[in-house]
């Protein structure tokens, strides 16, 4: 059974990854980058074929990873295909906030995915996603 030391390093993972977007985004709010961060996961989860999806999550950290999780149905999403559905579900799921640059910020959260993925598993994941959403990864 998970300890709450186990809970306690979790957070402080998660917080990491927070981190490192805000510094990639060049933001000062947390709570943005966190919203932004997750609709961004959650774009990626719903744009990638199941078993890609399933592996990408593994690699988050435990917190991390549930929220990735949370609310997906893995046999009843429709992959965003294009770059306009995938940019548009970041947007309505950071409540349309016009400060945010949606496309800036997917570029950011696949970045800091990306210094976290070995090459072989990063090109795996790119190949795996809609051809117009190969550009948003780091090259």
Not at 14 to 42: F, I, K, Q, S
Not at 90 to 111: N, Q
Request: cysteine-free; glycine content about 6%.
């Amino acid at each position: 059974m998970p300890s709450l030391e186990d809970l306690r390093v979790a957070v402080s993972e998660t917080e990491v990854w927070v981190d490192d977007v805000m510094r990639r985004l060049g933001w000062h709010d947390r709570e943005r980058v966190y919203l932004v961060m997750l609709a961004t996961l959650h774009a990626l989860r719903n744009s990638l074929p199941r078993d890609e999806a399933v592996y990408i999550g593994a690699q988050l950290p435990p917190l991390l990873r549930g929220l990735y999780y949370e609310g997906w149905h893995p046999g009843a999403h429709l992959a965003d295909k294009s770059r306009s559905a995938f940019l548009g579900r970041i947007h309505d799921s950071v409540h349309r906030d016009p400060g945010i640059d949606v496309e800036e910020a997917a570029r950011a959260v696949f970045a800091a995915l990306a210094a976290r993925l070995p090459a072989a598993e990063l090109e795996e994941a790119k190949a795996a996603m809609p051809k117009p959403l190969h550009n948003l990864w780091p090259s």
